[in-house]
């Protein structure tokens, strides 16, 4: 063997065991990984789903989301409502620890609450204008609404209704103190979070790992190599194009679950031609979602006919064969509506979703089909939300809504008035029927109002509302206790290797 | 001494530019900071209070001048992506770890390559060694850089398991391993600027070579060898180390890339990121101390001529 080869095999060992070294893997701890940073961990403050997907595992609030989309129990042990609607009575779990070692008290929970009702204090506030008062009772919280409000327990699992020890008030976004399985020990902005067991978390069972690292890598192609290579075990959500590179790979599971995102293609109903319904009818006809769904997001979504996702359960209503795929219609529409020879618009995609710029290109590809000649323009986060979101200055678009546990805050933003209602939409009946369907205490009449509305949205054909896209989970297969939610969370607690 | 002070002063009225130029550029860009902040969920009052929350309802002056307060007392404020948690200084302090070692290494690289193919290239000039050598060059200078890295990520890494995917541990918890981490970055950082510094090195070596001063050298009996590298090689290298020091302004710019591509947490993908989220104070930190940190080394190089180069030295 000659000297040269000898010292390239030596170097080439001592690099691996170089490599071997650095890697932080036992059995009671994962790595995960995540595109972004969070914004911080003050629940009045933080926006970013990518900070209220790991605060599930910080912090607690009265009540969570189930993986069922169900409300159960958290730091309240139970609730009751007044017959009225009026008043919500919640009783506290006993002997539940801040991470800084205090017990919680009521008084507590009155203080953080009344921040988060508070429209100075928090941008949060506005979804909690319906509150009149909070109190403690002994053991017991109580708060008053102005008005019955359905939607308001729901609101009580998200991040911002969490309870922390106002004696943290001040680091909060950095050092989140919280009553939740695991504490976060460290973060290094742009690099990893370190999240650690709570020794005294009141939940005796969870969480079942040690400590879990949150690694941040923005690439999908550097992630899915990071799993391949064990430095990473879990991807919670994974980019579709890279489904084909891990699908099938020996040792490693895909889960897949509907996120409740709304897919859609916006129109701008206030801008001609759009405002004319055929013309709108036109284009849902035109649109086939199977093959959207196959060339976008590799075959894992379920079709949606309006704004809500089948994941919300009771609530949805089966509205894709409203419109099916039928190019014939669609050009006798774009006819009748003074466009034989169909028209050209522009659509604006998103540059940081790859989904929806994929989903956007193959309607586009349709919709020319029948004669709808559209100019594909990328256009930059930043530029999206201000030029399109919020000026509305555009004429198609397309994005994904997140779902939220209750079908009122997806179903808002299409009343008149509403500042989100981005396609312009506006009619007379939807705005009184969602009133309405705040003010309904009998569950099985609120449910029939909001399938009214999905209905009027689909009715009017307001956009093309494309599909739920699949969550895709990947980890190995030895890795169990993964839980999918209808909602934005990561859920960590239950996460364990098999034995 | 006067030298020196002029380039002092001009390095400080660029840095006033720099600072200047960046900011009023992301005033004039689409797009609002507490927009990207409440994101699809945004209504006016909730930006409004943002907004306010993050001083963004003053005038641009005003903001600009109490930025440029802050700055001179070595505050550069606090990022606005981490609802105002991190000061921007720590951002930076926990990535110059990063960037610097990694361009560092990268420039070592590149003028340990060029300086001897270089040189060879120019005492064989026309010869098969030269055209070999050319050859690679133009190769290096062809290929982009973030497309090689994710080839040398698959085949290094996920292959042969040489090297960590991605990601770097930190210096004081795993210094080997950190430094095994910018090894594959750093070569794919140096090969571009390699391939331009080979060529820098190889023409001004065969402009020297044709000097008198050479001929007098080969005249009186010098070995070849002595003669390119005690003759030529110092020489060539004045204008070697002004050339490597623009490459080292693309190398800043190429971590941008790089660092994403590996996963790096340093100073390109902070700045990076701060654009994407029109993180005013952390854009116009990052910028500030990269345009720094440039202009520090080529003020460096500018005192390095007079030891350099005597010619210099006299024209004071």
Redesign the interface.
């Known amino acids: 063997m000659s000297r040269f080869l000898r010292t390239g095999i030596v170097l080439?060992i001592s690099?691996?065991l170089?490599?071997g070294?650095?890697e932080p893997q036992t059995r009671d701890s994962v790595v995960v990984a995540i595109p972004?940073?969070?914004?911080?961990?003050?629940p009045h403050?933080?926006?970013?789903?990518a900070s209220a997907e790991i605060a599930f595992n910080i912090y607690e609030g009265l009540v969570k989301a189930a993986p069922d989309g169900s409300i159960v129990p958290a730091l309240a042990e139970e609730w009751s409502v007044s017959a009225d609607g009026l008043e919500y009575t919640f009783t506290l779990r006993r002997g539940v620890k801040f991470h800084n070692g205090r017990e919680m008290t009521p008084d507590d929970v009155v203080y953080c609450l009344s921040r988060l009702f508070d429209?100075e204090v928090?941008?949060?506030a506005?979804d909690f204008a319906g509150v009149k008062g909070i109190r403690a009772q002994g053991d017991r919280i109580i708060i008053t609404l102005h008005r019955p409000d359905a939607a308001f327990l729901a609101l009580l699992t998200e991040f911002g209704a969490v309870i922390y020890p106002p004696e943290n008030e001040e680091?909060l976004?950095?050092q989140p103190v919280g009553t939740g399985p695991f504490v976060l020990t460290d973060w290094?902005?742009?690099?990893?979070l370190t999240l650690v067991k709570f020794e005294q978390y009141w939940n005796p069972e969870l969480p079942r790992l040690k400590q879990v690292i949150l690694?941040?890598?923005?690439?999908p192609?550097?992630m899915v190599?990071?799993l391949?290579?064990g430095?990473v075990d879990l991807i919670p959500r994974l980019e579709p194009d890279y489904l084909h590179q891990v699908e099938g790979k020996d040792g490693f599971a895909v889960l897949a679950a509907p996120m409740n995102l709304v897919q859609l293609l916006i129109i701008n109903n206030a801008v001609a031609p759009f405002d004319d319904l055929r013309v709108r009818q036109a284009m849902n006809y035109a649109v086939n979602r199977e093959e959207i769904i196959q060339g976008a997001a590799w075959g894992k979504g379920t079709p949606i006919g309006s704004n809500l996702s089948p994941a919300m359960d009771i609530w949805y209503t089966d509205l894709t064969d409203m419109y099916p795929y039928d190019p014939q219609r669609a050009k006798e529409l774009l006819a009748e509506a003074g466009y034989p020879d169909g028209f050209s618009a522009t659509l604006h995609l998103p540059a940081?979703y790859p989904l929806h710029r994929g989903a956007g290109e193959i309607l586009a590809d349709q919709l020319a089909r029948v004669g709808i000649d559209l100019k594909i323009r990328v256009i930059?986060?930043?530029?999206w939300?201000?030029?399109i979101?919020?000026n509305r200055d555009f004429e198609l678009t397309v994005?994904g809504?997140?779902g939220r546990l209750d079908p009122h805050t997806m179903l808002n933003r299409y009343q008149s008035d509403s500042?989100?209602n981005t396609s312009n939409f506006s009619n007379a009946e939807y705005d009184e029927l969602l009133d309405q369907g705040l003010l309904e205490a009998d569950p099985a009449k609120r449910v029939e109002i909001y399938r009214r509305l999905q209905t009027i949205l689909a009715r009017e054909a307001v956009n093309i509302f494309i599909m739920d896209p699949n969550q895709l989970a990947v980890m190995p297969e030895k890795l169990k206790g993964w839980r999918n939610y209808p909602v934005y969370v990561l859920d960590l607690a239950a996460l364990e290797w098999e034995k | 001494m006067m030298y020196l002070l002029k380039k002092l002063f001009g390095m400080l009225a660029t840095l006033a530019v720099v600072s200047i130029l960046t900011f009023f550029t992301l005033f004039v860009?689409?797009?609002?900071p507490a927009?990207?902040?409440?994101?699809?969920?945004?209504?006016?009052?909730?930006?409004e209070?943002?907004r306010a929350?993050l001083g963004l309802d003053r005038p641009v002056i005003v903001q600009y001048a109490s930025w440029l307060g802050g700055v001179v007392r070595g505050d550069f404020g606090r990022s606005l992506?981490?609802?105002?948690?991190?000061a921007v200084a720590d951002?930076i302090a926990?990535?110059l770890p990063v960037t610097l070692p990694l361009a560092a290494m990268a420039i070592f690289l590149a003028m340990a390559v060029a300086i001897p193919l270089g040189t060879l290239a120019a005492s064989r000039r026309g010869k098969t060694a030269d055209k070999i050598i050319l050859g690679f060059s133009q190769a290096g200078l062809s290929i982009p850089a973030f497309w090689l890295g994710?080839l040398a990520?698959?085949f290094f890494?996920?292959r042969?398991?040489?090297?960590?995917?991605?990601?770097?541990?930190?210096w004081s918890a795993?210094p080997?391993?950190a430094l095994?981490?910018l090894i594959l970055p750093a070569l794919i950082l140096a090969l571009p600027r390699a391939a331009i510094l080979t060529r820098i090195v190889r023409t001004a070596m065969l402009e020297i070579l044709k000097e008198d001063y050479i001929r007098t050298a080969r005249g009186k009996g010098l070995p070849e060898t002595a003669v390119i590298l005690k003759h030529g090689l110092s020489n060539a290298l004045v204008s070697v180390s002004t050339v490597a020091g623009i490459q080292l302004i693309q190398l800043v710019a190429g971590t941008v890339v790089v660092e994403?591509?590996?996963?790096l947490?340093g100073l390109g993908?902070?700045i990076l990121?701060a654009v994407?989220?029109?993180d005013l104070p952390l854009v116009q930190g990052t910028i500030f101390v990269g345009a720094a940190i440039i202009l520090a080394v080529n003020f460096l190089l500018d005192s390095l001529y007079p030891i350099l180069d005597p010619r210099i030295r006299g024209v004071q």
């Open positions: 080439a690099l691996t170089i490599a070294c650095s972004t940073d969070p914004d911080g961990f003050h403050h933080s926006v970013a789903a429209p928090t941008s949060k506005a680091n976004s950095t290094q902005p742009n690099d990893q690694k941040i890598i923005p690439e192609a550097a190599n990071s391949f290579t430095h940081p930059e986060w930043g530029a939300l201000e030029q979101y919020t994005v809504f997140t500042r989100r | 860009l689409p797009g609002d927009l990207l902040i409440l994101g699809t969920e945004a209504d006016p009052g909730a930006l209070l943002v929350q992506t981490f609802s105002r948690g991190y951002l926990a990535a994710i990520i698959q890494a996920v042969l398991g040489w090297f960590p995917p991605g990601g770097m541990p930190r795993d080997l391993g095994n981490s994403q591509v590996f996963s947490p993908r902070l990121s994407l989220l029109r």
